[in-house]
């Protein structure tokens, strides 16, 4: 087979499938325009977040931001009050069910009963290599005892702390996973029933697309989140709810500083006791920035695309994973450092 016609057999169904299958509806600007557009932004104190606080406000959009960290929020409010159409603060956990319908309340009575667009944007991090973070020692099991005894416990093949895994895994599941689900079933009717085009946009991850070494959990989270949108956005197309995806490579942002799997700045793990400061791996070599983060996750929004890649070659290393799975598999592994 000659190059010209691999490159042909290639080409071929990913035109057809944009041609024919890929819904992109640019007409939303016109029935929903900027100044008009009530946006809800969930993880909007920092990164990526506030970025698009800052897209939205500077479009005149009517804009809530949602987090945590109250003071960060105010200072966005307070920055982006002179060109915002309106922008509010809810403070809240997406973690906490309690909140998550306080948030859902206060969001919609400070947007006047109806929303365009929800972003959720929230999302927790794990560095650590799974077997560092879980304690599986592999120099203890050389310790092994040479006989068997009747009352063996297997104490050398054990973990030393399965839990610290187990606990790191459920607090991202419920950031990356449980809350944007809990949110869209909060949402949703409020998408449908007051908005003459409603949008979800979920802000996953390539890890959401492609695995890669020291982020064995945080992808996990974001398979999950992929795999939840994608169906959700077949279901609810026919109420005129649009799901989108949005899968960023590295971004210039702190998320990894405040992983779950990390000591917290000032606490007596943070290599203050003497301990080496955990190092993360994964080059930010090239990392876009928040801000062109946040115009392509607008853009995506506007024309109401199913999935955003960004940047977007990165959509390369998901069609090669399919044809030469090694080939990608070794480019993530250089990039964390694990050849
Ligand atoms: N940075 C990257 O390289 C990268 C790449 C691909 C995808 N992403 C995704 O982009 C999204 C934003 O991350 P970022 O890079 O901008 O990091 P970031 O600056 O750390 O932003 C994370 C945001 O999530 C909020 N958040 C976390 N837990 C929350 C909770 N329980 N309740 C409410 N809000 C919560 C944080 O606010 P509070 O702490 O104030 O609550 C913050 O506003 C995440 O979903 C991340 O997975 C990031």
Not at 314 to 337: C, E, F, M
Request: some cysteine.
């Amino acid at each position: 087979m000659s190059v010209p016609s691999i490159i042909a057999a290639l080409a071929i169904p990913i035109i057809l499938d944009r041609v024919l299958f890929r819904s992109k509806d640019p007409a939303r600007t016109s029935r929903i325009p900027h100044s008009k557009e009530r946006v809800v932004i969930i993880g909007a104190s920092s990164g990526i977040g506030s970025e698009l606080a800052r897209v939205y406000a500077q479009r005149n959009a009517h804009v809530v931001v949602v987090a945590r960290r109250l003071q960060l929020l105010e200072e966005l409010v307070q920055e982006l009050s002179p060109v915002a159409g309106s922008i509010h603060v809810v403070q809240g956990d997406v973690t906490s069910p309690e909140d998550v319908r306080r948030i859902t309340v206060e969001s919609l009575k400070a947007l006047q009963g109806g929303i365009d667009t929800l972003i959720i944007c929230a999302g927790a991090i794990s560095v650590l290599p799974f077997e560092e973070l879980a304690g599986i020692d592999a120099a203890k099991a050389d310790n092994a005892p040479t006989t068997l005894e009747s009352d063996a416990d297997f104490s050398h093949l054990m973990p030393t702390n399965p839990q610290a895994a187990l606990e790191a895994s459920v607090r991202i599941m419920n950031v990356n996973y449980h809350a944007p689900l809990n949110l869209t079933s909060h949402f949703l009717p409020a998408l449908t029933r007051t908005s003459a085009a409603g949008n979800i946009v979920v802000v996953s991850s390539m890890a959401g697309k492609l695995g890669a070494p020291t982020r064995s959990i945080y992808c996990a989270s974001k398979h999950a989140a992929q795999g939840f949108f994608d169906a959700l956005g077949m279901e609810v197309e026919r109420t005129g709810v649009h799901v989108g995806i949005v899968s960023p490579g590295t971004v210039d942002t702190d998320l990894r500083q405040s992983a779950v799997d990390l000591p917290k700045p000032g606490s007596s793990t943070a290599g203050s006791d003497g301990s080496e400061p955990k190092k993360i791996a994964g080059t930010k070599k090239g990392a876009m920035t928040a801000r062109a983060c946040a115009e392509g996750i607008v853009r995506g929004s506007d024309l109401r695309q199913q999935e955003v890649v960004m940047p977007w070659f990165y959509s390369v290393s998901i069609a090669l994973n399919l044809i030469t799975p090694g080939l990608v598999r070794w480019l993530a592994k250089k990039k964390y450092g694990y050849l």
